[in-house]
């Protein structure tokens, strides 16, 4: 259970905030085509647009990266760094990259060798998306239906339709589908966890069948703590050891350490199999560094080597996983509606439920977006909605939005205080009340590819 002012840290150096007037933020949002991307972040107090590179370091960390060193080839912080990924996969091979989309992009540069197949996953994550759409491939998502229902409360909502993807491997043949990505946890479904048994079965209907096995791993000690607390046989494992477990279940993983490694910046791929092990090597050389850099300083190195350890404690992650369920109880006593439970990284506000007024292609939850930084400068971004997730069907041109329209606070790590926590429940609930007298947005400038619409685009009211 979540003890309020029991976090297993105290703050020792600040970052001063600046706020400014409601009239002001009116103003700056405005300006900014109503795009977040385009506002400065020093004009935003409290950002919980993404917990991914927002993480405060700790002062370990910190003394590590005093311990950079910057040698290109085989720094001493890479062999932290091998050591403390090979202990957190239990893999022998290990790659860094500079984030997880060029950690990603190796693993689907050496997985996918034709075009035309289609890659299968509980939801995969938006630049797992597009590299496979841009090596001629198709990803598809198979949620479980519970998923899609943002009120059903279950404990395992990220998991992977095994019968769907029972009924996808005999129809398109295992030829056809070059890998099964599975997502830990899940992040286009709320954050919610994969079962250790659900991995295990959908793992092993796709090596049955030849299908190579990818963990995206970006969040992996939170699913390994809720697997903790909720699936039976595992309450007596640490955190660790329900990581070295999910990882044997793939044949690659795939890490943006931005996100549970408590870094700025990171990311790494690690595998048993020599052979990829080679080939995802060379094209990192291209893309991103040497195979013992990744596009990392040694500092950087470092500072993953030791947060990759502090992410797996459990004191940590209880306190991490509690303040997003502390923001949701905030949300949920002031009648706001989210996707139930809460996750692992943030609560998920459902805009549609919030505005009923405002159409889908008006875009509900960015409104709420928009609204809840007027009136309090907090920030939580659209995710997934039909602003940044609506497709286009290469082969039938069918247009087809997100089955939900949620916004995303999504909580750094050791960063905001319960009390930053409060006020944003309270903005919420302000914006909330606004009711019919918000309007939507239209689109006066977006980037040709879909994918992208995630980040920037540019919008009128209507
Ligand atoms: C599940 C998941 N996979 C991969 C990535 C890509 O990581 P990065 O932003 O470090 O490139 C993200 C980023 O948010 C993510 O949430």
Redesign the pocket.
């Given at each position: 259970m979540y003890i309020k002012g029991k976090a297993p840290f105290k703050i020792k150096v600040v970052e001063p905030i600046k706020w400014n007037t409601r009239a002001k933020r009116e103003q700056i949002i405005r300006d900014a085509h109503y795009c977040f991307a385009y506002v400065p972040a020093e004009e935003i107090p409290i950002n919980l647009l993404?917990d991914?590179?927002t993480s405060a370091m700790s002062q370990e960390q910190w003394a590590g990266m005093m311990r950079g060193d910057e040698s290109y080839y085989g720094a001493r912080n890479w062999y932290n760094f091998e050591k403390a990924v090979q202990d957190y996969t239990g893999f022998k091979y290990v790659l860094p990259a500079h984030?997880?989309?060029?950690a990603?992009h190796v693993v689907c540069r050496a997985l996918i060798k034709k075009p035309g197949g289609t890659a299968y996953a509980n939801a995969h994550?938006g630049?797992?998306e597009a590299h496979v759409r841009l090596l001629g491939a198709n990803p598809v998502n198979l949620p479980v239906p519970e998923a899609l229902d943002p009120e059903v409360p279950a404990d395992f909502k990220g998991n992977i339709n095994l019968e769907a993807f029972k009924k996808a491997i005999k129809e398109k043949g295992e030829d056809n589908i070059p890998f099964l990505n599975m997502?830990l946890v899940n992040?286009f479904t709320a954050g919610q966890p994969v079962s250790m048994a659900n991995l295990k079965e959908a793992s092993k209907l796709a090596r049955e069948n030849g299908i190579k096995v990818v963990v995206?791993a970006?969040?992996v000690p939170e699913n390994a703590f809720f697997i903790k607390e909720r699936e039976a046989g595992y309450g007596n494992k640490s955190i660790r050891e329900i990581c070295n477990e999910i990882f044997s279940y793939a044949d690659v993983m795939h890490m943006?350490a931005?996100?549970s490694a408590l870094v700025n910046i990171g990311?790494f791929v690690a595998t048993d199999d020599e052979s990829l092990y080679e080939e995802m090597g060379q094209w990192l050389i291209m893309f991103d560094g040497f195979i013992t850099y990744g596009g990392l300083s040694g500092r950087d190195l470092e500072a993953v080597a030791i947060g990759l350890s502090e992410g797996l404690d459990y004191d940590y992650l209880a306190h991490r996983v509690g303040q997003v369920e502390y923001l949701g109880n905030l949300l949920r006593e002031r009648g706001v509606p989210i996707y139930e439970p809460t996750g692992g990284h943030g609560v998920y506000v459902n805009g549609e439920k919030v505005y009923p007024h405002i159409p889908k292609e008006e875009f509900a939850a960015h409104a709420l977006s928009v609204e809840t930084f007027i009136e309090s400068g907090v920030y939580a971004a659209e995710n997934p909605s039909s602003l940044g997730w609506s497709r286009t069907d290469p082969e039938t041109g069918k247009y087809t939005p997100p089955p939900f329209e949620l916004l995303r606070f999504a909580i750094p790590r050791r960063v905001y205080t319960d009390s930053q926590l409060e006020y944003t429940a309270d903005g919420v609930k302000a914006a909330m009340d606004k009711g019919k007298q918000v309007k939507g947005f239209r689109f006066i400038w977006k980037p040709d590819n879909e994918f992208l619409r995630i980040f920037y685009y540019k919008l009128e009211r209507l």
């Open positions: 993404t991914s590179g984030q997880g989309r060029a990603e994550f630049t797992t997502v992040n995206d970006a969040r943006s931005k996100k990311g």
